[in-house]
């Protein structure tokens, strides 16, 4: 599988990753299924809106795009999405784009003028076919410096350096990866002639994938067997975008719901299905997925530990092996968990600890299993740990009114009950500061 990835000019609001949650769903299942997949996720550190960034902040480009690489993999890691097998970057594969232009201008399909390297997209008779355009409906104006074109609807696969730009030498001078480009020779580099899946958003079959599919074909790739693009998360029927400041990034949403809640979120719907964003919407998932989680810790309660059956159930794997499709998997995993808690109710405990381990299996090929390690680790003891300080200084303040009102028997009573719970109380100029008890 080849996924386009972030362009790295700011940090991932949850649409982002929308697309790495959808992809990583996929390719868990088609692991369930027996593929051995490879799944490359290339990472866009040089364009226009970088540089740009870099004229801004007047900071150097290669900073910018580092910082914003590392908080996608952080959104990325916190959303459960499992680390592609590799993520190369653009500008680590100038020599395979020079090759590549090298080939395509010897085989007549791609020309240098100005310093910029284009593809001449009549020596290509099947481009546009993935979006299903006709060449002469297409109205492609020339894009900023953009000179020495044949024809306005060629594409650049190198752009020259403007004075000041960050630039690579190649034999048509000194200049910078056009955005296309890097996905045919990354591609090609890390799946060879042919591949199964091409994935990304759906903004990005026109034009940058049917550009990827003209270099590739036209280079003697046999490229993508599947396209494969997913939709957006929206705001008014919008797609969602940096405009919208910074109350959507995954930083700050992180802090608001719990990442498994967003998860469940963002990959409930179909891939193929818009998801209009509101606080309510992300509301109602977690009451969902609440009614998943509460049944499980029922069963683990009354009946202990229960391990992931070895198989998902029939009804789970033909819904998945139909286009992906998530909402009728969960469909399954919800009409298992209220399976399970009639049973818990009938006292069929029997019965209730079978369905939560197909339960878990399901929601394991989800990346959604609660119990599973990657939801148990530091990051939830954190929560956990915020959780109690709330409860702890609740408590304190109450003894602070106790003693305030000199009902020091009650202020004493508090002290004794916190040390009984494992909690050692110490009064300090600054307030009372609590401590988990260690002997
Ligand atoms: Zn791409
Ligand atoms: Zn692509």
């Not at 972030?6 to 868990?28: E, K």
């Not at 990472?43 to 996608?72: C, H, S």
């Not at 599919?213 to 036209?218: G, P, V």
């Not at 609440?290 to 391990?307: K, S, T, Y």
């Amino acid at each position: 599988m080849y996924l386009c990835g972030a362009t790295v000019q700011a940090a991932p609001h949850i649409g982002h990753i929308r697309s790495g949650i959808n992809f990583d769903v996929m390719r868990r299942w088609l692991t369930y299924r027996g593929y051995d997949v490879t799944f490359v996720r290339n990472v866009t550190d040089i364009d226009d809106k970088v540089i740009q960034k870099e004229r801004d902040l007047g900071i150097p480009w290669w900073q910018i795009a580092y910082a914003n690489e590392r908080a996608f993999n952080d959104g990325y890691t916190v959303l459960g999405c499992q680390p592609p097998t590799v993520e190369p970057r653009a500008t680590g594969h100038i020599p395979e784009m020079i090759e590549m232009m090298q080939a395509l201008i010897a085989g007549g399909h791609a020309y240098a003028a100005d310093g910029n390297v284009y593809f001449d997209v009549k020596s290509y008779p099947d481009y546009l076919e993935l979006s299903n355009q006709k060449l002469e409906n297409l109205l492609q104006p020339a894009g900023e410096g953009e000179t020495g074109k044949r024809d306005p609807r060629d594409f650049a696969m190198w752009k020259a350096a403007k004075p000041g730009e960050p630039s690579w030498q190649t034999p048509w001078g000194s200049g910078r990866p056009g955005w296309h480009l890097e996905c045919s020779a990354m591609a090609h580099k890390y799946l060879g002639k042919g591949f199964d899946i091409h994935g990304g958003g759906l903004d990005l079959i026109f034009p940058h994938h049917e550009n990827e599919i003209a270099q590739s074909k036209a280079f003697g790739d046999d490229f993508a067997n599947f396209w494969v693009h997913n939709a957006w998360v929206t705001l008014s029927g919008e797609k969602m975008s940096k405009s919208l400041g910074n109350s959507v990034l995954v930083s700050a949403m992180v802090q608001r719901w719990r990442p498994i809640v967003l998860r469940y979120y963002l990959a409930a719907p179909h891939y193929r299905s818009m998801i209009e964003y509101s606080e309510e919407s992300v509301r109602e998932a977690e009451a969902g997925f609440g009614r998943i989680e509460g049944f499980i810790q029922r069963v683990v309660e009354r009946c202990g530990a229960v391990e992931p059956a070895p198989e998902v159930p029939l009804a789970f794997a033909e819904a998945m092996d139909d286009d992906f499709g998530v909402p009728q998997a969960l469909a399954i995993v919800h009409t298992a968990v209220r399976q399970g808690n009639s049973a818990l109710t009938a006292d069929d405990k029997e019965n209730a600890v079978a369905r939560l381990a197909e339960v878990r299996a399901m929601l394991g090929v989800l990346g959604l299993d609660p119990l599973d390690p990657q939801w148990s680790g530091e990051d939830r003891g954190e929560d956990l740990h915020g959780v109690i300080d709330s409860l702890v200084r609740l408590v304190l303040d109450q003894r602070q009114a106790a003693r305030a009102r000199k009902d020091f028997a009650t202020a004493d009573a508090i002290r004794d009950q916190l040390g009984l719970a494992g909690l050692v109380i110490e009064d300090t100029p600054s307030g009372a500061r609590w401590t988990i008890n260690n002997q």
